[in-house]
């Protein structure tokens, strides 16, 4: 038998998945108005408490310790104090400080390691050898890798009149992005088709009792919001928010 | 401004040239501060949405019962779970009850769009559409295991466009987009986005427009 | 036949979507048994942590929210069971995504059995390996690539003495000398947002330390182009990834078993894009000639 904690969850994950999915079939329905709410409470309060804990957890115990050695610490968490300030007109222009600090930093530390990772190594991943490979093939391959890589930049060249060669290569740059786009989409659908085959197969297996309670849940989803629809439409007007 | 100029220079700094340790410092605290920041932020997030909902249960708009469900469900898992225990068994249950069934379900309902969008929009009308059908075609039949059975001739072509032809194009998408910080991050140090940290001039009147 | 040509043009997508249902879970009910092809990627990266050593540490770090951990089930707890398997490999794991700190649970409490004398988290022993002697639970920080730039920098400050449960793990740390990033020998990312990305950056170009990225099918492309550029060691892509991993580490279940229903789905846009165009060439062509 399934106990109430156990059997709890898997009626309202049901309810929430199968309300959520209840957009596709295009009509109005509470249920989807509850799983929305529902899901985008319970995520916001999941948000606060993980981000809070390690507050508590790592920077709390830090300064706890020696208090006059982490006083850089203590600092931090005065800026991390004054960015709450954000939420009243009265005292937003506090707020702009630790924004401020927060902005400035979180830049430049992604931009300093984007130089290598994402401009000079891949610039030297495309500067492939064209002689002396093993296989015709190979060949074959680097040169597609390097002449799509430069047809595909001068597509996205605004700053200059593309016209003549210029105007080739971003013709050529063109069709190499709708093909890339192709095999994006494909990989792109992999990747969902993962997702849904992960969730349905929660909700099947095992047979008892995951199976049973989806076939109930979703019969009595699909009833009530049928009903609702042809005999009760005032209230389902009023069930349905904007 | 000069506070934008000055912590990126004290983040740069260490990270490219051998400097003393006082300034090394300096950059982990820059950093750490960061994190704890991002920590605090949320709480913004957790504020405002609050007050949007207590508006909306006030002002009696339609459907302000839901407002309710977020409130309450909102504020349980922060009493629980900050108040009480992270591993309580009411918090764990708001969890698997609705987060991560909701957060499944929203990147999960993109097959059926996904699938409606193949159907509908790819047409072999123009060299241009055609491109894009077969780019996909082939990658569809490689990435099935019945593909390879059925069709094991699209195996070597589609492998040939995931490592050439797409990688490219994401190689240019990686370089544009590393280009775009770099550029930001000089515009923000010039004071040229300064919307980003919540600096932008009000527009008094339409004259001034 | 005109008829014909125009049901195709015009099918309802709501029928596209109550037979993508339809597929799925009758797949997943009736699995066809197909063969399963191994990729030079995935083979690659099973054996980067086939040859894991004595006293290497990695840190497992989870940038997954819901929604990935579906598709990724099987990568995770394949690799994990074989990182868990290997003789004195010391374990860290990490969470940079807010959800993943239960979603770990679940993995430990499917791998792992209770060790003596404990009734609850996270005194879980996996392959032998206990809880706070092999491995510990650090679990979530917020800031995504900042605390990641932060852990380069200043390794113990960064993780704290603390792990997720409020236990004082310092002596798992000082007992292994454990004390700066480039201690860090392999750093495997379940990612539906760019975890490997950012310990690339921070600990591969600055200490050469290995990052496999297992990730969702949506950042396939990029990653590809990252192990391609020599950033990445290895890369176990989405569902199908998983799939091969799991058949590598002889694991069952997850990803195994959702290949038919994968593969007949996958036929069956191949089968709507047909008719589609058959539609569109028969009916919807000749009106606008028309």
Redesign the interface.
Known sequence: MVDL?NG??LI???V??FG??M??SGVDSPWF???E????????????????????RT?IPRILSNPAANW??I???I???M??L??HSST?HL??????????????????A??F???IN??K??ILPLMGLGTWWDFV?NV??VL??LF??TF?FYTTEIKGPLQTANKIG?????????????????G??G??L??LQSFIQPYYPNGAVTVVVVVVMIVSTWLLHKRYPELLE????? | MV??VF??IF??IP??FEVPQAL?NL???????????????????????T?REVVRIQRR???WF??V??????????VI??GVS??N?I??????????????????????Y???A???A????S???A???????????K???????LAPWA?PM?I????????????????????G??V??IR?MLGQEMA????VRRVASREEE | MSNIFKMMAH?D?RI??AA?FLLTALLLIYP?G????ISPEVRHTYEMVENLKPGDLVIINFCL???G??QLQGACNSMIDHVFQKEGVLVIFTMTAD?A???LEGIIANNGELMAGYS??PYYEINGKQYGVDYVNMGY???LF??I??LS??FR??LGNNDW?GVDVSEFFDSHDINHARDVDLVISFDSDDGAGDFMNYFFLEYGTPVVQSQIGVMV??A??QY??GNYAGIVPSI?GAAEYQFLANYPGYALTQ??A???V?????L??V???VG?YGYT?HQKEA
């Open positions: 904690y709890g969850i309202l994950s049901t929430t998945t959520l999915y957009i596709l108005a509850f799983a709410h529902a899901f985008v409470g319970t995520a916001i309060g999941l948000s606060v408490v993980v981000a809070t804990d390690y507050i508590f920077i850089p610490t600092v931090s968490v800026l991390g104090l960015m709450i954000r939420v937003v707020a702009r400080i630790p924004i401020t600090i927060a902005t400035a930093a979180g830049i430049a530390v992604s931009v300093r984007e130089i990772s994402g401009i891949q610039i991943a495309t391959v597609t890798v799509s890589v595909v930049f996205y063109r069709y190499i992005l709708y093909l890339a786009f192709g095999v994006l989409f494909a990989q792109t659908y992999m969902r088709l997702l849904l992960g969730l009023k069930l349905t928010p904007e | 506070m934008i912590i990126s983040i740069y990270y490219f090394t950059e982990n605290w820059f950093m750490d501060t960061i994190v704890i920041i991002a920590a605090f932020a949320v709480w913004v997030g957790f504020i405002t949405a007050r708009r339609k459907g839901y407002a469900v977020i409130l309450v469900l909102s504020w349980a898992m922060v779970g900050l992270k591993t068994v918090f764990e249950f708001l969890q698997y009850a609705f987060v991560l069934p909701g957060d499944s379900t929203i990147y999960a309902i993109l097959v059926f996904l699938t409606s193949g159907a509908r790819f047409r072999v009308n060299l241009e559409s491109l894009l059908t077969f780019g996909a075609l082939f990658v569809l039949l990435q099935a295991p019945l593909g390879e059975v195996g589609a040939y466009l995931q490592d050439t032809i797409a990688m490219a194009a994401t190689r240019v998408f990686s370089v544009s987009l590393a280009i910080s770099v930001l991050a923000l980003l940290v919540g600096l | 099918i997508r596209y979507y993508v066809l197909l063969p399963l092809a929210s819901a929604s951990y579906q959800q700190p239960i979603m609850d988290y920080y917020p800031g900042k605390w730039a932060s920098a200043d400050t960064a449960y492309a990029g590809k182009v391609n550029a199908r290949m038919d994968f593969s007949v996958q036929f069956f846009l191949i709507l894009m008719l589609g165009n569109y062509r």
